[in-house]
């Protein structure tokens, strides 16, 4: 039995379902799934003599990065795939998806109605995968629409009340985002705790996701506003590294023994972040 059908099933069902002589997939919530685009990442189409290249011409591996940044920023910018669900662009990208994974789930409907997604693209994490609904029309897959409920001593209970066999269970659920640890409490000033699996409940506000005013010689990489589920976050955490490091450097110039994000520039930060969301 897997738990789940987000982005870590999406690598592992595909090898399990070869193996295993029954796979029952319990799925909640669809999932868009699009192929991996091999022709953006081809790293195994890399010739000996490329490979040379980008050994010996830094330059060239420098173009050849910055030519697939720009490529997939561009990409996002100008489908607007995110702006608006009513919007033409956001249309089309639903309609590729959507064509993409029936051709890939073949002729069984029923199974087209349980995997496709009903909302619009970017609501939740996209998936990339160019087995993984191949995998779901084998004879020994089924994909149930339903959650984990309770597990048994020989199988497991779902949220409709069936209960499922199972020799093993594999859990591809995720984790919980901004999670710091359960037993891990950080206190500030005035008194504010940071802590747990919830640190940003009480407030979820940071300036450009990494300083909190209760926090002085603090950074926190990839905070409130700066994780995302549908590139890499390299890019998220590399920004904010390099401003910690900024800032840590001109203390030290300075002879600063303390320093925080003024509340009144975390203020006007968090009020400009939140005006991006309206209409969205």
């Known amino acids: 039995v897997v738990v789940g059908s987000g982005a870590s099933a999406v690598q592992f069902v595909p090898i399990v379902a070869e193996q295993a002589q029954r796979l029952v997939l319990l799925q909640r919530t669809p999932n868009w799934v699009i192929?991996?685009?091999?022709?953006?990442?081809?790293?195994?189409?890399?010739?000996?003599?490329?490979?040379?290249?980008?050994?010996?011409?830094?330059?060239?591996?420098?173009?050849?990065r910055a030519s697939l940044y720009w490529k997939l920023e561009a990409s996002m910018i100008l489908y607007g795939v995110f702006d608006k669900s009513d919007d033409f662009r956001s249309k089309a990208v639903r309609y590729h998806f959507r064509s993409f994974m029936a051709q890939q789930l073949k002729d069984r409907k029923e199974l087209r109605k349980k995997v496709i997604p009903s909302y619009p693209v970017g609501c939740k994490r996209i998936c990339k995968s160019d087995d993984y609904l191949q995998s779901l029309t084998r004879p020994n897959v089924e994909v149930v629409v339903a959650g984990l409920s309770e597990v048994k001593e020989d199988g497991v209970?779902?949220?409709?009340?069936?209960?499922?066999?199972?020799?093993?269970?594999?859990?591809?659920?995720?984790?919980?985002?901004?999670?710091?640890?359960?037993?891990?409490?950080?206190?500030?000033?005035?008194?504010?705790?940071?802590?747990?699996?919830?640190?940003?409940?009480?407030?979820?506000?940071?300036?450009?996701?990494?300083?909190?005013?209760?926090?002085?010689?603090?950074?926190?990489?990839?905070?409130?506003?700066s994780g995302l589920g549908h590139n890499s976050v390299l890019l998220m955490a590399e920004a904010q590294a390099d401003y910690a490091v900024r800032v840590v450097k001109e203390a030290l110039d300075l002879g600063v023994d303390s320093f925080a994000v003024k509340p009144t520039v975390l203020h006007d930060y968090n009020r400009w972040m939140q005006s991006q969301f309206k209409d969205k």
Do not use: C
């Open 157 to 225: 209970l779902d949220t409709n009340g069936a209960k499922h066999q199972a020799d093993i269970i594999l859990f591809g659920t995720g984790f919980q985002v901004g999670s710091i640890g359960k037993d891990v409490e950080i206190v500030g000033t005035d008194g504010f705790a940071w802590s747990g699996n919830s640190p940003w409940r009480t407030r979820v506000e940071a300036y450009l996701g990494t300083s909190m005013r209760e926090f002085p010689n603090s950074f926190t990489i990839l905070g409130p506003n």
């Open 35 to 64: 192929g991996r685009q091999e022709t953006l990442l081809p790293e195994r189409f890399y010739s000996e003599s490329l490979k040379w290249t980008y050994r010996n011409i830094p330059l060239a591996r420098a173009a050849y």
